[in-house]
Structures are given as C-alpha cells and as structure tokens.
C-alpha cells in the first residue's frame, strides 16, 4: 500500500482562529493537486479533521468521486491554542524558532509520546481498515514528520518542513513495514513561490 501524505494548503491566518480555513493560494494549491492525484490512481482519500487539512482534501475527493474518512489522529499539534501559528510567524524570532525545531509537540503544550503514539496508531490504522493500493492523506506538517521519524528510526521529530501542499510518499504493508519513496514533492504545483 501507499501512503501520499499531504500537507494542507496555506491557510488564511486571523488572530485567535486556531483551525483555520484556506487562504486564495491555500484553494489555488489544493486544487492544482486534486488535479495531478486525479491522474494517480488515488483510492481512498482520508483526512485530519482540522478545517484546513480538510478544504484541502475536498477537491481531490469531489474529483475523485471517493468518501472522505476522516481520522482524529492525523490533527496537528497545538489544536487546542489559542490560535494557528505558521512557520512563517515563528521563524521571526529566533529563540522560538530554535524551541520549536527542538520538540514542536512541547512548544505548543502537548505531550510528545502521546501525540507520536497517537499519530502512529492512526496510521497503523490505515493499514488495518480498507487496505488499498493507493491513499491519499491530508494532514499536518508535524504528523507527517512524525511518520518519518517512525520510519527512519529518529528519535527528534522535526527534520524537514512540509512546504503548503507538499506530497510525501511511503510504502509498505503496515507501519513497521514502510519505507520512504519521497519527501516534500512540490513539483505537482508548478511556480509554488
């Protein structure tokens, strides 16, 4: 089976809103996407229920004709907050940015083993309910490196940053069995910035 994980596309960020929705350009990249997964053989679309992981994933299931599942687990960390805050707001200030990198589950309140095991286990998951060849997943840029992590046997979380509507593919038959065909495909999205 493989795993196409996708980050969300850029969202519109309002003060205080921490699930937000897509920016113009966060629409602009989701469906220039729905358009090229059109073209792969997609078969199950699943999804973070954060709204813009969501609006993402709504043009790639619309074209696709599929059912959107999805899965609790897959949600960024620091939900809860008190508002989004992008990589682009915390690379402003050094020392933030530095604390981030360092443990993102920790900077925004979380608890690092709970978040990693419930990401994990949700993809276990994918693997244990509807197997299929192909699946595309919206989600978030620290889950996704959570599964890296996984893969690779790293004990940090945070090596590489998702850029907005970003591809990062693995293969396998179970999450212990993956392995890591891409990161961070951008191509899909012509002149991204």
């Known amino acids: 089976m493989q795993l196409i994980f996708v980050r969300h596309g850029r969202p519109k960020v309002v003060e205080g809103d921490n699930d937000p929705v897509l920016s113009d350009a966060g629409r602009s990249q989701a469906e220039q996407l729905a358009a090229w997964l059109s073209q792969r053989r997609i078969e199950r679309v699943v999804s973070s229920p954060m709204r813009r992981a969501l609006d993402t994933a709504e043009p790639t299931r619309k074209m696709l004709g599929l059912d959107l599942e999805v899965v609790d687990g897959l949600a960024e960390v620091g939900r809860g907050g008190p508002g989004y805050r992008g990589v682009e707001e915390l690379r402003k200030d050094p020392v933030r940015w530095a604390n981030f990198l360092d443990d993102p589950v920790s900077f925004f309140g979380g608890d690092p083993i709970i978040f990693r095991e419930t990401v994990l286990s949700s993809v276990a998951g994918l693997f244990n309910s ?63 910035e």
Do not use: Q
């Open 130 to 192: 509807h197997a299929v060849g192909r699946t595309a997943v919206f989600t978030h840029g620290v889950p996704i490196n959570v599964v890296i992590s996984h893969v690779l046997g790293l004990k940090r979380v945070m090596h590489f940053l998702p850029h907005y509507c970003s591809l990062t593919r693995v293969a396998g038959s179970s999450l212990d069995d993956l392995t890591i065909e891409s990161i961070n495909e951008t191509g899909h999205l012509g002149d991204w």
